[in-house]
Nanobody
């Protein structure tokens, strides 16, 4: 069983920044690919970013490329999402997810465990 706990969400002005964290249980965290997804009210969950187990490979949705950065600290069993130049359309509940086997993926069905989500609201 793998548990994931997100933190770092909140209310931020357009153009502002936030850093989300996802603390994960499990002794073999460095073997998990990790992803961030988001879901806005009335919309389907969408891919945001993903990172391979050792952090070598990263992937981003076009909508966040150049503004968001995914990273991980395997010593702390934690994955991060640094979000800059935030826009109102980034408002959503953000979820982290763990994939136990295979590399980083962009499809939510590829992931085995999910966190409870953290709310990000970008508004003036």
């Amino acid at each position: 069983q793998v548990q994931l706990v997100e933190s770092g969400g909140g209310l931020v002005l357009p153009g502002g920044s936030l850093r989300l964290s996802c603390a994960t249980s499990g002794r073999t965290f460095s073997t998990f690919a990790m992803g961030w997804f988001r879901q806005a009210p009335g919309k389907e969950r969408e891919f945001v970013a993903a990172i391979s187990g050792l952090g070598v490979n990263t992937y981003y949705a076009d909508s966040v490329k150049g503004r968001f950065t995914i990273s991980r600290d395997n010593a702390k069993n934690t994955v991060y999402l640094e979000m800059n130049s935030l826009k109102p359309e980034d408002t959503a509940t953000y979820y982290c997810a763990a994939r136990l086997r295979g590399g980083a993926a962009t499809m939510s069905l590829s992931y085995d465990y999910w966190g409870q989500g953290t709310q990000v609201t970008v508004s003036s």
